[in-house]
């Protein structure tokens, strides 16, 4: 009898390891309270931090493009004072955009239509050098090959040229470029060089790539067919 009131008395004290366990674990846990707030409060002030950073940056990307836009209306319509005034105000304001990156192409298209082609070369030369994105390189390159040539500086031309076509991402546009170069080395009277660039083209890229039909023909009309 004694044996089954011990037995017993085993039995309903069986759980109090684990019942003694939990004040302990609730002790841990108030330890811990402030530090586990103060992460999960940091975690929710990235968020929200990501979240602003993402939204003002789209907010700042819209209106980069609407005031590209209204600088573009102003040099279509021919008011070139207040083409450059609006392209710089966007260079200056959404710098790192874009925006501001085609504001710099735009900016310099307004001196070149102003007869200012050196004052163009040379800020996008500084522009190109500053290491933009390729897109951008590559198009402040051909402008400034295009202000160079009306400076008669063809030799420098066709140099500003080809390094467009390298820093174009896509062939059509390395292509476009080397034709300039072409053309620019034909005016400064280096013909070897000229046929070089146009026979350079038509055995590197496909013949479906826009301008390379162009080069076969000033190719073959340059050597009377021969190539």
């Known amino acids: 009898m004694a044996t089954t009131v011990q037995s017993a008395q085993s039995t309903v004290k069986a759980p109090q390891p684990a019942a003694a366990?939990?004040?302990?674990?609730?002790?841990?846990?108030?330890?811990?309270?402030?530090?586990?707030?103060?992460?999960?409060?940091a975690v929710a002030v990235l968020a929200v931090g990501?979240?602003?950073?993402?939204e003002t940056g789209r907010r700042k990307e819209t209106a980069?493009?609407?005031?590209?836009?209204?600088?573009?209306?102003a040099f279509e319509s021919g008011n070139l004072p207040g083409a450059s005034a609006e392209f710089q105000r966007v260079i200056q304001s959404y710098?790192?955009?874009?925006a501001a990156f085609q504001a710099v192409l735009g900016l310099n298209s307004v001196r070149l239509a102003s007869g200012q082609a050196q004052l163009a070369a040379d800020e996008l030369k500084k522009f190109a050098d500053s290491n933009p994105p390729a897109y951008y390189t590559s198009g402040a390159l051909l402008l400034m090959g295009g202000a160079l040539e009306n400076l008669s500086k063809f030799d420098q031309a066709a140099a500003?040229?080809?390094?467009?076509?390298?820093a174009a991402p896509e062939p059509y546009r390395k292509v476009e470029a080397l034709l300039d170069?072409?053309?620019a080395y034909r005016e400064a009277g280096k013909t070897k060089e000229s046929l070089d660039v146009l026979r350079g083209i038509v055995s590197k890229y496909?013949?479906?790539?826009?301008?390379?039909?162009?080069?076969?023909?000033?190719?073959?009309?340059?050597?009377?067919?021969?190539?």
């Open 21 to 41: 366990q939990q004040p302990a674990l609730m002790a841990r846990l108030e330890k811990h309270r402030k530090p586990i707030s103060y992460a999960i409060g």
């Open 95 to 98: 710098r790192g955009t874009d």
């Open 160 to 166: 500003a040229y080809a390094r467009a076509a390298e």
């Open 181 to 183: 170069a072409a053309r």
């Open 206 to 227: 496909s013949a479906d790539t826009p301008g390379v039909p162009e080069a076969r023909v000033r190719l073959a009309e340059a050597t009377q067919g021969a190539m």
């Open 50 to 54: 990501a979240w602003l950073f993402t």
């Open 64 to 73: 980069a493009a609407d005031a590209l836009d209204g600088a573009r209306s």
